[in-house]
């Protein structure tokens, strides 16, 4: 099978060829895995050996992250999850989770989670692209990793409509 990539922000009006529905976004999935016990950094793709980090496209909105968390150790681990601007690299590391248990294994977390950040279902940069970042929490784990995926789309710039 061939692998195309693009470079388009994902819309369609579900085979309404009148031009008049709403233009649904399309939603995407990013994989991503961090230590359990990290005091701060990257999210990577996949994999301790997978040096690749996480980047999100300018205006993304992340809508739920499915995590397995496999902390290990510690009272009541907890981790954080946030982001860090391309270009400023500004840190927001607590903006998507805030003190998450880090051994709970299989969760889905969102914006009506306890410890949702205040950029969860929001644009996270309206200008740059984002690196998705990890860390323990309070609490750490003394061993482990978190891992799992972010939902998200890219904001649609013409709000549903066609254009002409």
């Given at each position: 099978?061939?692998?195309?990539?693009?470079?388009?922000?994902?819309?369609?009006?579900?085979?309404?060829?009148?031009?008049?529905?709403?233009?649904?976004?399309?939603?995407?999935?990013?994989?991503?895995y961090f230590l359990?016990?990290?005091?701060?950094?990257?999210?990577?793709?996949?994999?301790?050996?997978?040096?690749?980090?996480?980047?999100?496209?300018?205006?993304?909105?992340?809508?739920?992250?499915?995590?397995?968390?496999?902390?290990?150790?510690?009272?009541?681990?907890?981790?954080?999850?946030?982001?860090?601007?391309?270009?400023?690299?500004?840190?927001?590391?607590?903006?998507?989770?805030?003190?998450?248990?880090?051994?709970?294994?299989?969760?889905?977390?969102?914006?009506?989670?306890?410890?949702?950040?205040?950029?969860?279902?929001?644009?996270?940069?309206?200008?740059?692209?984002?690196?998705?970042?990890g860390r323990a929490?309070?609490?750490?784990?003394?061993?482990?990793?978190?891992?799992?995926?972010?939902?998200?789309?890219?904001?649609?710039?013409?709000?549903?409509?066609?254009?002409?």
């Amino acid at each position: 099978m061939a692998l195309s990539t693009t470079q388009s922000i994902w819309r369609s009006g579900g085979g309404d060829n009148t031009r008049t529905a709403y233009c649904g976004t399309g939603v995407m999935v990013a994989e991503f895995y961090f230590l359990a016990t990290q005091a701060s950094g990257n999210a990577k793709v996949s994999s301790a050996a997978n040096a690749a980090n996480v980047i999100l496209p300018a205006n993304a909105v992340i809508l739920q992250i499915n995590v397995n968390a496999a902390g290990t150790g510690g009272t009541t681990p907890t981790f954080d999850m946030g982001f860090t601007l391309y270009t400023t690299g500004t840190a927001s590391p607590q903006a998507l989770l805030n003190e998450s248990d880090a051994d709970a294994g299989k969760q889905v977390l969102d914006w009506a989670s306890a410890t949702a950040g205040t950029s969860l279902n929001a644009v996270m940069s309206a200008t740059e692209l984002v690196y998705i970042t990890g860390r323990a929490g309070a609490s750490a784990a003394t061993g482990g990793n978190i891992s799992g995926e972010i939902i998200y789309y890219v904001t649609d710039p013409l709000l549903g409509q066609q254009n002409d």
